[in-house]
């Protein structure tokens, strides 16, 4: 139930005791958050904004928190990656990067080559891949000197 970004497994702790699959926020009616809280790895949404916890290696659960207050990170995309048998975590880093690549511009507004944001993945690690038959990636927005975020960046042009 862990899920990894990057290629490296250093175990992290749960957010506020949200598992994996919780979502303790509070949403409106369009599905934003307005109220944070934890928000487990398999619930993130697009359009979601959170801040990362102190390791990022692997991660149960974030601390989520609505748009227009200071974060670090926005998801912007996910999809599931191809194939039945477990590659390895460096090709499965790598489908993952290149398979946010396109919908980073189509989110933002601009391509990520001319961007001055830059972007993450949340992705499957070998445990949950075949333990859970996990193949989702989560496309997440951050900068690139690690300032926060305040707003969404969804057609934003930065």
């Known amino acids: 139930m862990k899920r990894i970004i990057g290629a490296a497994v250093i175990a992290a702790a749960a957010f506020g005791g949200a598992g994996a699959f919780d979502d303790n926020t509070v949403r409106d009616d369009t599905g934003a958050i307005v109220e944070g809280g934890?928000?487990?790895?398999?619930?993130?949404?697009?359009?979601?904004?959170?801040?990362?916890?102190?390791?990022?290696?692997?991660?149960?659960s974030l601390e989520a928190v609505p748009c227009g207050q200071p974060h670090d990170a926005?998801?912007?995309?996910?999809?599931?990656?191809?194939?039945?048998?477990?590659?390895?975590?460096?090709?499965?880093?790598?489908?993952?990067?290149?398979?946010?690549?396109?919908?980073?511009?189509?989110?933002v507004?601009?391509?990520?080559?001319?961007?001055?944001?830059?972007?993450?993945?949340?992705?499957?690690?070998?445990?949950?891949?075949?333990?859970?038959d996990d193949r989702e990636v989560t496309c997440a927005l951050t900068t690139v000197d690690g300032s926060k975020l305040t707003g969404s960046m969804k057609a934003s042009g930065r």
């Open 38 to 60: 934890g928000l487990g790895a398999f619930s993130i949404q697009v359009g979601d904004c959170f801040n990362l916890p102190q390791d990022t290696e692997i991660v149960v």
């Open 109 to 132: 507004g601009i391509p990520w080559d001319d961007s001055t944001l830059d972007y993450w993945t949340l992705q499957p690690t070998e445990e949950s891949w075949e333990e859970l």
């Open 74 to 107: 926005e998801a912007f995309s996910s999809f599931d990656l191809t194939g039945s048998a477990w590659r390895g975590d460096d090709a499965v880093g790598e489908e993952a990067w290149f398979g946010c690549y396109e919908p980073f511009g189509t989110y």
